[in-house]
């Protein structure tokens, strides 16, 4: 850095923050006027002559260098894919990101943490793979220097390798069908308070359950029923029931038989080890949920809902990652979303 006379200054980057004081009248203030990183423009130098500053401390712009602000719009670029939007112009070398869109937040995490192993330089996000409306905030930005050099931002750009760190993708299943298992359901015995339950769970993504039917617990009745479901082109079949290892607990075994491909039948989460899910040859989900989901506040549905509920397709390897943090803590009052489960 270097010490120049304001009246000098117009153009140069100031190192430090510049408090101004008004010790009375309407506008008493004291507070930061100039922040560190600002660019001196010729309408400050009376405003910094004033509050006494006739020499200020500013920083020596080397060829090869960027101003934090300027790098950081190179960086925020890095972060916006599809529905990620920002939030104005960068500040202090920080810009914020928002979804523009509601849906669910995908992070590049192996990007992510390769352009996070560049020094000087960061992006901070929310957990991916959770529901996002429109407006909320879902990264930051920041480089850490006041200046950096341009290297370090072609650096941070050949980590991303041309790939986007974030993207929100929107919520597009809108029909499902529950099949409630259970002799004691399909006799009426009981009363299904299973399907109530998944109806409003569905409903927040906007999926509407458009058929419910109660087939039993025989195997083959169970597959004819998810069949029946697929057949009248629903966007997903729900399963309710039938999950443990229990001899009359036929409900995998009927998912498998229905002819579609099952991706896991269990999972390292608490509550919600026996869920199973599969997928039919052209995309459509079946899930079969065991019944905590029926009674604990947030579950493995929770946790996978909203990448099915955006078609994003969910692999062996993505519930096997759930189980750090797949351990709910049963908190009276659920605070879910926020709180560790799923992270």
């Known amino acids: 850095m270097k010490k120049i006379p304001t009246e000098e200054a117009v153009g140069h980057v100031l190192v430090h923050d510049m408090t101004q004081i008004v010790p009375e009248g ?14 001196v423009a010729e309408e ?53 990101l928002s979804a523009a869109r509601d849906g669910v937040l995908l992070v590049n995490s192996a990007r992510l943490m390769a352009v996070n192993s560049v020094p000087d330089v960061m992006v901070a996000t929310r957990r991916g793979g959770f529901a996002v409306s429109e407006g909320d905030a879902v990264a ?33 299943l809108r029909t499902a069908a529950v099949v409630a298992t259970g002799s004691e359901v399909a006799s009426g015995l009981i009363e299904d308070r299973f399907t109530p339950v998944v109806e409003g769970k569905l409903a927040a993504f906007g999926i509407e359950t458009v058929s419910v039917s109660t087939p039993g617990d025989d195997m083959d009745d169970v ?13 997903i079949v729900v399963c309710t029931g039938g999950m443990s290892v229990d001899p009359d607990d036929n409900t995998p075994g009927a998912i498998r038989r229905s002819g579609a491909e099952v991706v896991t039948y269990g999972a390292p989460v608490l509550p919600g080890a026996m869920m199973c899910l599969a997928y039919f040859d052209d995309g459509t989900p079946v899930v079969g949920l065991p019944g905590c989901v029926m009674y604990a506040d947030s579950t493995i549905f929770d946790l996978v809902l909203p990448r ?12 096997v990652s759930m189980g750090e943090g797949g351990l709910c803590l049963r908190c009276k009052p659920c605070t879910y979303p926020h709180c560790p489960f799923g992270r």
């Open 44 to 96: 400050d130098v009376p405003v910094l002559l004033s509050m006494g500053k006739r020499f200020l401390y500013v920083w020596e712009m080397e060829p090869g260098m960027l101003h934090e602000n300027d790098a950081a719009e190179r960086l925020a670029a890095l972060c916006m894919g599809p529905g990620v939007s920002r939030d104005g112009d960068p500040s202090e070398g920080k810009i914020g």
């Open 26 to 39: 309407p506008e008493r203030y004291k507070g930061p006027r100039f922040r560190k990183g600002h660019v």
């Open 223 to 235: 597959m004819a029923a998810i069949l029946d479901a697929k057949a009248s082109g629903v966007d």
């Open 140 to 172: 930051g930005t920041r480089v850490i220097p006041l200046a950096v050099a341009s290297s370090v931002l072609d650096e941070a750009e050949a980590a991303a390798a041309g790939e986007s760190l974030l993207e929100v993708l929107p919520f597009t």
């Open 308 to 319: 099915i509920a955006a078609r994003v397709p969910l692999t062996r390897e993505d519930f």
